[in-house]
């Protein structure tokens, strides 16, 4: 049975930036997370359809950042080295920043966004521009047969029917074969505070827990688990066919379950916790952020990400409270958040001397932009964050 423990009310798409002229009529659902007692996973109440959310109109470029070029790019080093593959698939290739490291000849892209989809394809990959499902593993399967390293970052966590996706991976995998997986971590988002990787695109947020229960009822078993900093905290699962006997379960996969079990993950209560203390991040922002204003500093939001868009509409913050936010993103520029219509700028015209505090969107990012902004802070420039509580800092 599924549990509702946390309302974030009204929300829009969150990547769907707009132009001028396009406030009205502006998509909104209700964003709710839930508990299945029975499986352990967190979802959201409600799914948005996939094709409003990713589509060719879809901004996020994962290579916006050089801590995710490197990433994936040690990773695919690391995988090549360890695994060998000779045939791989990525579903959701976004912008080519992973399978750039792997042969064109015998690897195979999968994306939905139809601006990312050309991109890779541009690059010489055989690419579907598609949403990941039973049939077109299929089709996979018959035009180049099994794989032996399917990968995806960021994008199982997007996925409606999970069932149907593990079972269209399964039969996809060579024998030997692998699936590696990474998606934001449940443990590190409770422990956090971070209520702000809810939005539409996360239908779920997973734990190990409710991942080696859902891979196990489609025929597959974890036999590793990595612990990763990005995004916020996130789990690189290894996952194999239960019939391929020669990859050894590790201890990683295991243990993961038990710090997890630890902090409650498998009950009710420890959500309807997490529930009390977003309330409380809400009530400290707004405050926090209404007595820069009356103070009369100049506040504004650094990174539009997704995740703004959460946190912004939930605690109903428009531009009285935080006048712009600034993004590096060429498809961001000029446009305007979701839902608040607060417009977005590039730093090179938005971040300059009259900014005092700028609220931390990618707070995910954070190293790399102290490093990058080291001059806004010695002239004494101030930061905001609601993670892991509401403070500002230098
Ligand atoms: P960032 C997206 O989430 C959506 P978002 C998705 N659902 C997901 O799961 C994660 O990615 C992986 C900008 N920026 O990466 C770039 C600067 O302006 O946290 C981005 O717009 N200056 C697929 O949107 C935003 O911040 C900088 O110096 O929450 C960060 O968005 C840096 C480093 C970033 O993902």
């Known amino acids: ?71 994936f ?103 030997d074969g692998i699936f590696v997986f990474e998606d934001p971590s449940l443990l590190r988002m409770m422990e956090r505070g971070s209520y702000d990787q809810l939005y539409d695109e996360h239908a779920h947020i997973f734990s190990v827990i409710a991942l080696n229960n859902l891979l196990g009822k489609n025929g597959l078993e974890i036999f590793r688990v990595d612990n990763l900093n990005v995004h916020g905290g996130s789990n690189r699962i290894y996952a194999k066919l239960k019939s391929n006997l020669h ?27 997490f529930s009390d203390r977003v309330k409380k991040s809400k009530d400290d922002l707004i405050s926090t952020l209404k007595k820069l204003k009356e103070d009369g500093k100049k506040v504004i939001a650094y990174g539009a990400a997704s995740k703004v868009t959460t946190v912004f509409n939930y605690c109903g913050i428009d531009e009285s409270l935080v006048e712009y936010i600034t993004d590096t993103t060429p498809s961001k520029i000029g446009k305007y958040q979701p839902g608040t219509h607060i417009p977005i700028m590039s730093p090179d015209d938005g971040f300059d001397e009259t900014v005092d505090v700028a609220y931390l969107g990618a707070w995910n990012f954070k190293t790399e932009i102290m490093n990058k902004e080291i001059d806004y802070l010695s002239r004494g420039g101030k930061f905001i964050t609601h993670i892991p509580q509401v403070m500002i800092f230098s």
């Open 1 to 71: 049975m599924k549990k509702e423990f946390l309302d974030l009310g009204k929300q829009p798409i969150a990547n769907k930036f707009l132009n001028e002229g396009e406030f009205d009529n502006e998509f909104f659902f209700n964003l709710k997370a839930t508990f299945d007692e029975e499986t352990k996973l967190v979802s959201l109440s409600e799914f948005v359809k996939p094709e409003m959310m990713f589509n060719g109109d879809y901004t996020y470029h994962a290579s916006m950042s050089d801590t995710m070029k490197n990433h």
């Open 73 to 175: 790019k040690t990773l695919a080093e690391n995988l090549q080295k360890e695994f060998r593959p000779v045939n791989v698939l990525e579903i959701g290739s976004n912008d080519g920043i992973f399978v750039r490291h792997f042969n064109p000849d015998t690897t195979i892209a999968v994306e939905p966004c139809d601006n990312f989809a050309d991109m890779t394809f541009d690059m010489g990959y055989n690419t579907y521009n598609s949403f990941w499902d039973n049939e077109l593993s299929k089709l996979i399967k018959q035009d180049y047969g099994t794989m032996d390293l399917i990968y995806s970052a960021n994008c199982i966590c997007h996925v409606q029917d999970l069932d149907d996706t593990f079972t269209a991976v399964g039969q996809l995998l060579s024998e």
């Open 247 to 273: 990859q050894e379960i590790e201890p990683s996969v295991e243990n993961n379950i038990i710090e997890e079990k630890s902090f409650g993950l498998d009950r009710f209560e420890t959500y309807e916790v």
